[in-house]
Structures are given as structure tokens and as C-alpha cells.
């Protein structure tokens, strides 16, 4: 294959790591998302809708310097301004900047937020992984208690139960910032002891952020991991206190959850509850997360705001959810099944279709409809494959009467209705 004709092929192909949506994956999304916020509403968050691009240093302040985000993962541009701007790699960032940019401390605390859509990390794709990603997230500002952990979490939950999947949640706690200090001076300490065992990409890790080498996925880590300090034995009387009313909450409403001592989440910006989403396969073995998120309570100081603002929030990740989903869970409102199969032949009828199709939009009648064709049997022949129960046949008689054939598919029977009655007409249908 010549260079030219690769890159020509190349140019018809998604960019690697994203993909298109169509057909029935397309209204699954969609779906997915109407539900989603329906739950949320019911629980009293608001929609509120983010820019795609941000300032690079709300990501590099906010999630972290040795973050995987900010260090290999983030798509950054810079405008002919030289404003340095990114692609949002994560949602919690952008939101607790459009907090504080519109002044919403002023209001009633705490608020309830919920937003949605793509975001973008360069990492490398893989099952039910992309560069392109869709997530659903939730937050709640302005407030320290914890019975808004316990909201976060249960809201989360009941969404990933419409996927017909069963879900386990995982949940720690990483205490506030004095806890964190004190119990990373113990971990660094674990992990020089035991250098010779963790790999080598965990060693790098260990003089920027220990915390991640102890939610290491290498293997070798994982095992020294079993022997490492719990944060549990360094909290202090108001973090026990806060993560004890948490779990209290959780069993309170019969949210199954376990605590794993080694989940600390990937960001800077997490204190206190962190938890996530799991799977599990056919043996029994966790087969991947489905989301998660905790308790972030500095990140408007990391930003750079002079208020302190706790808050806590969660991120699911949308294309494992529809993966991982039973079929038909996720049908969106605006995909009904079609109840009648509309039917035209002729110039004349063609010219006048549109007002047919406008009395069944304006009624909420759920219609099909093949414009381009112009034979009866093939178009009848559509109708039967779909299996819509009722034919409009709109031809040139028709045009000129003023009048529609409604024919019931299964028994053959037709009535002649004129258009100024079809609405009430079909209304009468079962």
C-alpha cells in the first residue's frame, strides 16, 4: 500500500481511541443519561452544563501535578492568544470553578449538581476504555456532613442498578489533610523497607505520590500491599467520626459496601470517604469499575480560592456502564415503538405528506414513515416487517378528498377518515 492511499484511508477512520455512535448503542447512550438524571432530580440535584476546554492549570492545580491525568493523559492546546487551554480530562475540577466563578457560596448551601457528556484523556485505549469518553457525574458543594456521602454514593448506586447488573461498592477514607500528612510519612517509610518487592514503575511513583502505589494494579505491588499500613490506625477523632456516620448512613438504607484499606482513588484532591463501583465476572473475581469518586474538601484552596469549600461528589463512566448493561434497560423516551406506518403514493400526496406527519408530531403519535418510495406492496411490506399494527395510506384520491385510509395491519380492515378527524380517530385505536 502506497503512503498516500494509507493516508487516505487513515482519514476515513475515527482517530484512535474514539468512536462513533449509531444505530441502537446511540439511543442506549441517550437513554442512559435520561435516566440518570431522572434518579438525580429525585435525590435534588440540578442539571448544569460545563465547556469542553478549560484553563490548563484548573486540571494541573486542582486533580495534580503526578496525577496519570496531568502527566501523560491530558490534551492541551495553545490559542493564538497563548492561553494555554485543555481538553477536561475529569468533571470535578471545572465544576468547583464554575462554583466559585458564579458566586454560588452566596446561595442556600449545600448545591446539588449533576452534568454529563464527553471527556478526553491521551491514554491508551482498551476494553471499555477511549480517548473520547462519556461520563455522568454527580457533586455536592458547600457543606462537610456526612449524610452528603452517604446522598453521593446511594444516588450513584441506584443509577448503576437500572443496568440490571449487580453492583458492590468499595469505599475508605483517607482523613482530612493533617491524617494524609501522617499517614503518607508511614507509607514512604513501608515502601523503602520494601523496594526489592514492587515494580518498578511503582518506584517511580513512590517519590511522587506513595498513595498510588498502594492502589497499584501490578502484580507484584498488590502482594506487598496486603502487609501495608492502614490509614484506619492514623485517623483522628474527627475523621473516625466522620467515615462512622458514613457507613452508618449506608446501612441505614441497606447499601451493600465493603471497606477495601488499599482504595485511595487516583487525585490529589480526594480527603475522607473515597469509595467506587465494581463488577464482578462468572468466578467471582472483580471485573472492572464502573466509577467512583469521595470527598474533596481542599480543592478550592488547590485552585487557588481563598474560601475552603468541602464538597463531595462521583463520576461514572458511561461506556462501561452500556457494556455492561442488559439489553433494552436504557430506551429513551424519544423512541417509542411506532404504532402507525405512514403510507403515500403519488406526486400529490408526496407534496402534502408533511401535514400528515405534523398532526401525528403535534398528538405524540409514534409514526414511521418511507417517503422516498412510491410503491404500495413495498412500503406495506415495511409495515409488516417492523410490525406496526396500523397503515396511513395517503394516495392521489386522497390528496384530493382530504382524506386518509387507516388500515389495521392484522385484520385487513380500512376506514376512510378525513384528515380534519384522523387525530380523534386514531386516538380511538387500541
Same mark, same amino acid.
Given at each position: 500500500?502506497?503512503?498516500? *492511499?494509507?493516508?487516505?484511508?487513515?482519514?476515513?477512520?475515527?482517530?484512535?481511541?474514539?468512536?462513533?455512535?449509531?444505530?441502537?448503542?446511540?439511543?442506549?447512550?441517550?437513554? +442512559?443519561?435520561?435516566?440518570? @438524571?431522572?434518579?438525580?432530580?429525585y435525590?435534588?440535584?440540578?442539571?448544569?452544563?460545563?465547556?469542553?476546554?478549560?484553563?490548563?492549570e484548573?486540571?494541573?492545580?486542582?486533580?495534580?501535578?503526578?496525577?496519570?491525568?496531568?502527566? &501523560? %493523559?491530558?490534551?492541551?492546546?495553545?490559542?493564538?492568544?497563548?492561553?494555554?487551554?485543555?481538553?477536561?480530562?475529569?468533571?470535578?475540577?471545572?465544576?468547583?470553578?464554575s462554583?466559585? %466563578?458564579?458566586?454560588?457560596?452566596?446561595?442556600?448551601?449545600?448545591? #446539588?449538581?449533576?452534568?454529563?457528556?464527553?471527556? #478526553?484523556?491521551?491514554?491508551?485505549?482498551?476494553?471499555?476504555?477511549?480517548?473520547?469518553?462519556? @461520563?455522568?457525574? =454527580?457533586?455536592?458543594?458547600?457543606?462537610?456532613?456526612?449524610? !452528603?456521602?452517604?446522598?453521593?454514593? @446511594?444516588?450513584?448506586?441506584?443509577?448503576?442498578?437500572?443496568?440490571?447488573?449487580?453492583? *458492590?461498592?468499595?469505599?475508605?477514607?483517607?482523613? $482530612?489533610?493533617?491524617?494524609?500528612?501522617?499517614y503518607?510519612?508511614?507509607?514512604?517509610?513501608?515502601?523503602?523497607?520494601?523496594?526489592?518487592?514492587i515494580?518498578?514503575?511503582?518506584?517511580e511513583?513512590?517519590?511522587?505520590?506513595?498513595?498510588?502505589?498502594? /492502589? *497499584?494494579?501490578?502484580? %507484584?505491588?498488590?502482594?506487598?500491599?496486603?502487609?501495608?499500613p492502614?490509614?484506619?490506625?492514623? !485517623?483522628?477523632?474527627?475523621?473516625k467520626?466522620?467515615?462512622?456516620?458514613?457507613?452508618?448512613?449506608? /446501612?441505614?438504607?441497606?447499601?451493600?459496601?465493603?471497606?477495601?484499606?488499599?482504595?485511595?482513588?487516583?487525585?490529589?484532591?480526594?480527603?475522607?470517604?473515597? +469509595?467506587?463501583?465494581?463488577?464482578?465476572?462468572?468466578?467471582?473475581?472483580?471485573? #472492572?469499575?464502573?466509577?467512583?469518586?469521595?470527598?474533596?474538601?481542599?480543592?478550592?484552596?488547590?485552585?487557588?480560592?481563598?474560601?475552603?469549600?468541602?464538597?463531595?461528589?462521583?463520576?461514572?463512566?458511561?461506556?462501561?456502564?452500556?457494556?455492561?448493561?442488559?439489553?433494552?434497560?436504557?430506551?429513551?423516551?424519544?423512541?417509542?415503538?411506532?404504532?402507525?406506518? +405512514?403510507? @403515500? !403514493?403519488?406526486?400529490?400526496?408526496?407534496?402534502?405528506?408533511?401535514?400528515?406527519?405534523?398532526?401525528?408530531?403535534? &398528538?405524540?403519535?409514534?409514526?414511521?414513515?418511507?417517503? *422516498?418510495?412510491?410503491?404500495?406492496s413495498?412500503?406495506?411490506?415495511?409495515?409488516?416487517?417492523?410490525?406496526?399494527?396500523?397503515? =396511513?395510506? #395517503?394516495?392521489?384520491?386522497?390528496?384530493? /378528498?382530504?382524506?386518509?385510509?387507516?388500515?389495521?395491519m392484522?385484520?385487513?380492515?380500512? $376506514?376512510?377518515?378525513?384528515?380534519?378527524?384522523?387525530?380523534?380517530?386514531?386516538?380511538? !385505536?387500541?
Amino acid at each position: 500500500m502506497s503512503r498516500s *492511499s494509507k493516508i487516505n484511508k487513515d482519514l476515513l477512520q475515527a482517530p484512535k481511541g474514539m468512536r462513533d455512535f449509531h444505530g441502537d448503542i446511540f439511543y442506549k447512550k441517550q437513554g +442512559f443519561f435520561e435516566k440518570a @438524571q431522572e434518579i438525580a432530580e429525585y435525590y435534588g440535584f440540578s442539571g448544569i452544563e460545563l465547556p469542553v476546554l478549560e484553563h490548563e492549570e484548573i486540571f494541573t492545580k486542582g486533580v495534580g501535578d503526578n496525577t496519570d491525568i496531568v502527566e &501523560k %493523559e491530558i490534551y492541551t492546546l495553545k490559542t493564538k492568544g497563548g492561553s494555554k487551554l485543555a481538553l477536561r480530562p475529569e468533571g470535578t475540577a471545572g465544576i468547583m470553578r464554575s462554583y466559585i %466563578e458564579h458566586g454560588m457560596g452566596s446561595l442556600p448551601q449545600p448545591i #446539588f449538581l449533576y452534568y454529563g457528556g464527553p471527556f #478526553f484523556r491521551h491514554e491508551r485505549p482498551q476494553k471499555g476504555r477511549y480517548r473520547q469518553f462519556y @461520563q455522568f457525574g =454527580l457533586e455536592i458543594i458547600g457543606s462537610e456532613n456526612a449524610v !452528603l456521602d452517604a446522598i453521593i454514593i @446511594q444516588t450513584g448506586y441506584q443509577i448503576l442498578m437500572e443496568t440490571g447488573t449487580e453492583i *458492590s461498592i468499595k469505599i475508605n477514607t483517607l482523613g $482530612d489533610s493533617e491524617v494524609r500528612k501522617e499517614y503518607l510519612k508511614k507509607l514512604k517509610l513501608f515502601y523503602k523497607k520494601n523496594k526489592g518487592r514492587i515494580s518498578t514503575k511503582d518506584l517511580e511513583r513512590l517519590e511522587k505520590n506513595p498513595l498510588r502505589v498502594l /492502589d *497499584s494494579k501490578e502484580p %507484584e505491588t498488590i502482594i506487598v500491599n496486603e502487609d501495608a499500613p492502614t490509614i484506619i490506625d492514623t !485517623l483522628n477523632p474527627t475523621s473516625k467520626k466522620h467515615f462512622k456516620a458514613v457507613l452508618e448512613y449506608l /446501612d441505614a438504607a441497606h447499601i451493600p459496601y465493603e471497606i477495601d484499606h488499599t482504595l485511595v482513588r487516583g487525585l490529589d484532591y480526594y480527603t475522607h470517604t473515597v +469509595f467506587e463501583y465494581v463488577t464482578y465476572n462468572s468466578n467471582g473475581e472483580e471485573s #472492572f469499575a464502573l466509577g467512583g469518586g469521595g470527598r474533596y474538601d481542599e480543592l478550592a484552596n488547590f485552585m487557588g480560592h481563598s474560601k475552603r469549600v468541602p464538597a463531595v461528589g462521583l463520576g461514572l463512566g458511561v461506556d462501561r456502564i452500556l457494556e455492561i448493561s442488559k439489553e433494552e434497560v436504557f430506551n429513551p423516551k424519544i423512541r417509542k415503538k411506532p404504532k402507525f406506518f +405512514f403510507i @403515500q !403514493l403519488g406526486y400529490e400526496a408526496k407534496a402534502k405528506a408533511f401535514n400528515i406527519i405534523e398532526i401525528m408530531r403535534k &398528538k405524540k403519535y409514534p409514526l414511521k414513515h418511507s417517503l *422516498s418510495k412510491n410503491n404500495l406492496s413495498k412500503q406495506l411490506g415495511i409495515a409488516e416487517t417492523l410490525s406496526i399494527p396500523y397503515a =396511513l395510506i #395517503f394516495g392521489q384520491k386522497e390528496a384530493i /378528498d382530504g382524506t386518509v385510509i387507516v388500515r389495521d395491519m392484522k385484520t385487513r380492515k380500512q $376506514d376512510t377518515v378525513k384528515i380534519v378527524d384522523l387525530a380523534d380517530h386514531l386516538k380511538k !385505536l387500541k
